[in-house]
Structures are given as structure tokens and as C-alpha cells.
């Protein structure tokens, strides 16, 4: 059952989306470590040159610095943590031809641990637009299923806890 | 009143007389040329100050007292003569209470007792005493060399003829040096014999014998250390200036015959004229040498031979400029040639045929330097680089000036900046400063050239001028009412001045035109500025220009305005012109206006709009204070730091300004353009950058540009200054040399000069059309660019920066910006934006 467990976890950390994946360094922060997770892309579609995507965060265990984003150039970026637990990303390539193919390293955001955690991130929005803005093929996000498995996973374990 | 005469001739005649001064001249000229020359015939200095020259006007037996001060040298002249006398003459004792016209008795008392005196007390002749050339009215009359002692008795008959010699009108040169028997102004005379031995020459009149060497004479100090000593000299003749009212030549040692000393001059001026001499004549010559106003020459020649004639001219001794006085007094009289000098200054080159040049072009201090010592310095060291150049003429308005060769002409101007590239002549001090006297033709280089268009090299959508056009008043605007306060004195003059003036306009071709000195008479169909405008539209054959009228119809008392006329198919007035005088100025800490319109002309200003684009900008006509007059009623005197007189004056005005116009027309382009009476460097020109508005010449990195020329240094009265709204979209500015640079002789004036005058220095162009250089500035209004948010004239990265940002801070209201038609402004929109961008990806300069 410990296994299981475990299992559950890690799913909930390592993959929310199709199209968007997200990587922390590491599962546990102390408090004030820094929390560096990468977002990657997987295979935009070939006509969008837009892409808008939000990611959850737990606003009382972390706090978001700063996001870095990889392919300075043909792209306009912006960014804003302006609703508590949400970063919302915007990045308008000047044309689709300036979007990388296949899978890349679009962005670095930056976290800090406000306390001891273990943090967990989830795209919980995304749009993909063309050239003309015109909003393409919605992308599914299998978001309710991770918030299933990361709250089973606590229950489980606190089950565990308390039975011990 | 016959008994009161009696009475006062009674007590003037009890009192006892002095039989060592007398009157030996008396100037009775034009204009303010009058004079009273006064001569110690004594071998002692005489204190004047117990001495007073009385007028007794027109038979009155009151008199008008002058007190006089000083002393006279033995054998010396005394010269009294109204302030405002022919800046030619000798004077000593300037005073504007020196004032008759021929009907007057003048008496001259030491301590109550007569001296002397012209004409007869209580007595009005009608208009003169004498007749001819020998009378008290338009005439100069020198007392005979015989007559050594007054007339004491002013009751009696007076006839001219008896003891004085009369000289036509405004003949003034004779003022400051007088021949009497057994002595004369310059020195005791003395038959050579006495000066015969030893170092002093000979007494014999032989050529080839010993003579005082020229060098001993003039020495290496200031003064001549043989002055007033009757000395036998040779030397070959260098320049004759007999006839031509110098009355006198130069006589130069010959190169063999020359000291080693390069401190003592080689030459002398010889005041003499009886007796003709030629260039290149050797001369032996017995007079007296003297220092006639820091000249030292040989006058009151008793001997003169002509030894040699045709002899080789003694070689010219290189002069070069900076040269101080020191060095310039070591080659006085002397032979000199200077190499690559400009010509700095014609202003009076029609009026005594006299102009100056200099090593390079002079800027006036304060418009290169910080007022006060530095500028000091420039204006010092200025001094240094310059020296004047004369036509060896005294009389004035000569008929022919004979630079540039053949002469000079309404065609063949003389500029200044023009060249010479060799310059010979005499080196010479005369009239108070040191000049040259050319030797020959002076050979000019066209070095600045007159142009027929002002150079603008990068043309914009609009071009704005400022002109001071020299005091255009039109009479009554019907053909008569001349002479003007200040302008043309007949409708000849202002036809001439008219003529000049619409040329240059026209050929400015400008879209605005501010304007200074025009006759503040209104704005009716007779006024200056409707004859100024109906003569332009007439030149163009279509009503191309039209003028602003303020509201009120008027801008203030001044008999001058400053004035904006403009294109109409071009532009167009938006709202009513706002003025800034006293009423409305801005004030100071102590609530106190900054701006008096009694010293400072009210400030005209317009928004105009351009009438294919609708974009704005403002123009605001200024014309400050001037230098010229003091405003001490108002504490404001010449500090002697290079601003000259009314400084604070014009400083708050400036600073009215700033924030007058920061006030009413925030954010709209505005150019500040006129006659600032300031220069660069000048407080005025700070106070308004202070305010924000920056000099376009410097903006726009033009250098060495300048609209007027004061003593032959240059700088910018004239002046074009932008707020921050405009300075970027100014694309050239030009000073249009026309006026500053050229000789005053050349404008429409008529007086002072001979009928031959009236057409050779006459041509209806634009040259010499004022004194002062038109300012010409070209504006590129650029169309408000959409998008652009920084305002940079582009859309660019930084604009979509912008953007994002206000439509996150829902600061952005302008629904054009709803790209994407669904009633929001979000970042929806930005892909919309990104369209509008100028340059590929946004990209930014």
C-alpha cells in the first residue's frame, strides 16, 4: 500500500497535461529554498502561434519570484501571478513559423518554499491561438483526474498516520 | 532792459581780464557739431576750473553757464563741444549744455572777469555775425595765428573777419591743435637751432646731414621722449595723406638707417599739407615733434625739402593679429603688411569709409562664454584680434568707398567674413584706436557670399521665420506722414525699405512669419502690417498671406510691435492669439509681474493648425528689452558682465514666459522665436531652458551661426526656441546672412548720403534689408502615429509593452484598440497590436 502511495504522488507531480509538462527540481523544499520548475512544451499545434496557459499553486506553502522564459527572441511574453495560486502565462510568437517544433524548454519559474513542502503544480487552463487569434483545437487537461489521485494519496497517508 | 544790460555790462566789464587763454575755435555745424576750442598762449599750465564758458542766447543778457574743469598745457588746446559732436572730433570737455546756432554770444570768464568772446552780448543779429564762410552760423572759424590775446569787451561790434579764419561746415579737424604766433598747441616752436646739437640734428636744412633719427623720436614708450623739441629729421615718404583731410603723410627711416630696436617705431606721421610731397619722396623736414591724442608726429613744419624722389619704399614689417598695444604702438606709422585677416565690421563703413578685420570671425562674448570674467576675457582678447581699416578720408559719407575693387556698390558688397588674404598699408593711431591706412587696392575674396534663398537642407511640412524688420512704419498708410517716429523718413525711404523688406520675405517663403519692429498702428487697412501683407500678396499676385489680429486690436503702447503673419492656404489660426504683457504676467515671490510691457514688447502668440492634417503647434513672437538704453528706474544697470544694460529685465520677462506659455498651451508644440536682445549664453536664454525650451541651433547642432553683428562681433539676438513637444519634430534651422553681414550703407536709408548715393547703394533686394538676419526654422509635424504610445514615432516592442501594460491596469479606454471586436480591451487584443507595429517583429531603433 506504501507503494501505491508513493505512486500516486509522483503522478500527481510529473505530468498535467499533453501539452504542457511540468518538472521541479525536486520533490521537498525547506523553507526559503528556491523551487526551479521547468515547463515544457509538447508538440504545439502547427498553426498556433499563441499560447495561454495558467498553473495552480498553493499560495500558502510557496510563492512565485520570477519565470524565465527560454526563446527570447520572435516571441512576446508576459506573465502575471495577479490571482492568488494561479500564474498565468502569455506568449505571442510574431509568427507560428517562430514556434520551435516538436518538444521544448519554454520557461523556468522560480518558487519560494514558505515553509517545508512538498509542492504540487497543475495546469489548470490553456489555449492555443493562431496567428490571427483565433482560438484552436481546446487542448484537453486531464486536471480533475491529478486532483484525484494527489487527494487520495493524502487521505491515504494520513489514514496511515493516524492508524499508527 | 536797456538798463539792465547796461548794468550787467557794467559789472562784467569792472572786472579785471587773464590774457592767457583765448578762444582760438568755434564750430557752429549740423546736427549737434558744435564746439568751442580754447588755447593756452601762455608757457604754463592753466587750471581751468575757475574758468566758464557762457552762452547768452539770442540777445539775452542771461546766460547759460558752462563750469569748466581740467587744466590746459602750455601751448595746448582745450576743446568743449556737445556730447553727441561728429564722433571724429577732438574733444576734451564733452557737455550737452554746449548748445547755439550762429545768433548767440559765447563769453569766456576766468573767475568773473572776461577772456574772451564771439559775438555781442544783448544782441540777436538775426542769424549770424559775418557773412560767408567767416560768420557764426554753418561755419567753422579759427582764430588767427596773430591773435594772442581775447576780446575781452563782449558789448562791442563783432566781426569775424577781424581776427578769424572761416572753414565750411561740420569742418571739425581742425579741433584739438592750434597755430598761433610764437607757439602752437604743439610745443614752443624754436628755430631748430636749438635742437641742432648732439643726438637732436643739425641746424642746417641740407639734405644729407645729421638729423634726429625717427626711432629717437618716437621712442620705445607711449609717448615721444623729444616731444615738443623743434628737431630736423629725414626719411623716404610712405603714404600721403595731405588731401585727403589727415592734412599730413608718413615719412618711414630707410632700412639702412633703422635702430635695432624693435620697440621703437621706424615711422612718424607728419601733419603738414602746405607743401607737396609724393610717395617715395626722401624729405628733410624741421618741426616740432609732439603727441597729438597719442600720436606722435612732426608738426608745425618750418623747413621741408624734398631731397630724393623714387626711392625704393622701406620693406613692410609683417604685422600679425592678436597684437596688443604695446606692439601695435612699435610699429606705429610704419609700413605693415598682415596676412589672412576677415573682414569683421562694415557697420560704418558708408559713414567715415572705415571698416575692420580681424585674425578670425569674433563671436560676441556672452554668446560663447559664461557672463562675467570668462566673457570678460573673450571680449578683451577680442580687442587684441582686430584692427580697423580706413580710406585715409576724414570727411565723412565719402563719395566712393574703393573696397571691394573698383568700389563698393549696391552689387559689389563688401560682407563681413569676407577676405583678404594680404593686406599692406600704414600702421597708424588715429581717432582713438589703431588702424591702417592701405596701401593701394585692397584686394577682397568673396569668402562669404550672399545667397538668394535661406540654405535649409532638410525640408519639413512647415516653415516658421522670425524677422526684426527694422522699424517698417508706413506713415499714414496713405502716402503721407513722414518722417516716422522711428522708420523711413520720407515715403521715398519707405518705398526703398518696403521693397527690401517684401523681398526677403518672399524669398523666405515662409508658412509663418514673426515679426519684430513693426509700426504698432493697429490692424486697419492702412496699419504697417496690412501694407506689409498687401505688398507680399501683390509680389505672389495672390492673397497668399494674411495676418493675426489680436482680439482687442491692439498690443500694447509701444510705437513698436512684434507681429505674426501667415499663409492661409497653409495654415490656420485656431482660437483667438493670446498675448502676454504686465496685465497678465506671471508674478514673482513678492507678487510682483514678471513681464512689463513698458520695457518688454507684449508677447503675440497663435495655435495655428495645419490645414491638410489638422496638427497643431504654436508660435510665440517676442521682442525683449533691448541693451541699449538703461533701465536703471528700475535697478537694472550694466553690470559689466557682457549682458549689458536691462538684464534682470529681460530675464524675468523670459521667465514670464516659460510660464505663461507652460501654462496655456501645456503639451502643444510651441516655438518661443524673436528678437531676445540676448545672446546664447545670457540669462534670458537660461531662464528659458529652465522652462523647458531648448535652443533649436544647439538642438539641432548648428554651430557658429549668428543674426547680428555689434562692433564686429557676432551672436544670436534673433532667436528659435521649441518645448518638448515640438524640438523632435524640428528638422533644420537656419540664420539667413543677409542683413548682419552687410554694410550699412547698403540699406534703404537716404541720409547721410550724396544724390550719387541714392543709386549705387541702392538695390530692391533683400540684402540689407534690416539689421538683423532672419531666423528660418523648419518643422516636420509628424501625424499622430496610432499605436504609438510612448510617442517616438514608431510602434514598436516598447509601445506593445505599453499596451499590455495599461490594458492590464485598465488604463486604455480607446476602443480602436479592440482588435479582436469583442468589446474588451485584454490580451486578446495584443495579436491585434502586434499589426500595428512598424518594423518587423516589433523590433525596436
Known sequence: MKYLLLVLCFLSH?????????????????????IELNINVNDMLPDAAELEFDIAFDPVSIEFDFLDIAPSSGVFYDFTDVNAGILTVNLWWFSALDVPAGNFNLATALFTALSDVSPVFNVVSMNQYDELGNLLQPVAVDEPWALVLFATGLIFMSYRRIKA | MKIKTLLTASAMLALPASADVIISEYVEGGSFNKAVELFNTSSNSVDLSTYQLKLYFNGKTQASVIALTGAIGAKQTYVIAHSDIDPAAHVDFPTNKLLFNGDDAVVLENDGAIVDSIGKVGQDPGSEWGNGLTSTKDNSIVRNANILTGDTNPFDDFDPAQ??????????????????????????GGDGSDNGGGDNGTGTGNCGESFTAISAIQGTGTTSPLAGQTLWVEGIVTSDLQAGGYKGFFIQSADSEVDNDNNSSEALFVYHSADDVNVGDRVRIQAVANEYRTLTQLSTVSSIEVCQSN????????????????EREALEGMRVTLSNTVVTDTYNYGRYGQFSVASERLFNPTQVATPGAEANALSALNKLKSIAVDDGLTSQNPESLPAPAPELSAVNSLRSGDTIPTLSGILSYHFDQYVVFPSGTVATQASNPRTMEPKIDVKGNVRVASFNVLNYFNGNGQGGGYP??????????FIRQRDKVIEAIYAINADVVGLMEIENDGYSTTSAIADLVNGLNAKHNANVYAFVAPVNGSLGDDAIAVGLIYKSARVSPKEAAKILDTNNSPTDEQNQPLFLDNKNRPMLTQVFTLNDSEQQFAVAVNHLKSKGSDCDNLNDPDLHDGQGNCNITRTRAAKAIGQFLNNELTDVP?????????YAKEAPLTALADAGFVNVFDHLNKTN????????ELGHLDHALANDALKDQIVDVTSW???ADEPRVLDYSMQNQQAVHHTKFYAPDMYRSSDHDPVVIELNLVQAMFGDLDADQDVDRNDLDLFLQQITAGELTDMRFDFNNDNTLDRRDVRGFMQLCTRSRCATE
Not at chain 1, 510529473?14 to 528556491?34: F, G
Not at chain 2, 578769424?164 to 614752443?188: C, V
Not at chain 2, 510651441?670 to 540676448?678: A, M, Y
Open chain 2, 163 to 188: 581776427e578769424w579764419t572761416g572753414f565750411a561746415k561740420d569742418t571739425i579737424e581742425n579741433l584739438g591743435q592750434h597755430t598761433a604766433d610764437g607757439g602752437s598747441d604743439n610745443g614752443d
Open chain 2, 484 to 493: 516716422t517716429a522711428r522708420g523711413a523718413k520720407t515715403e521715398q525711404e
Open chain 2, 737 to 739: 546672412a543677409i542683413n
Open chain 2, 311 to 326: 626711392q625704393a619704399l622701406p620693406t613692410a614689417t609683417v604685422f600679425t593679429l592678436p597684437a596688443n598695444d604695446t
Open chain 2, 670 to 678: 510651441t516655438l518661443v522665436i524673436g528678437d531676445l536682445n540676448s
Open chain 1, 14 to 34: 510529473a505530468a498535467s497535461a499533453t501539452l504542457i509538462t511540468l518538472d521541479a527540481d525536486k520533490a521537498n523544499y525547506a523553507t526559503n529554498e528556491t
Open chain 2, 705 to 712: 551661426t549668428y543674426s547680428y553683428i555689434y562692433q564686429g
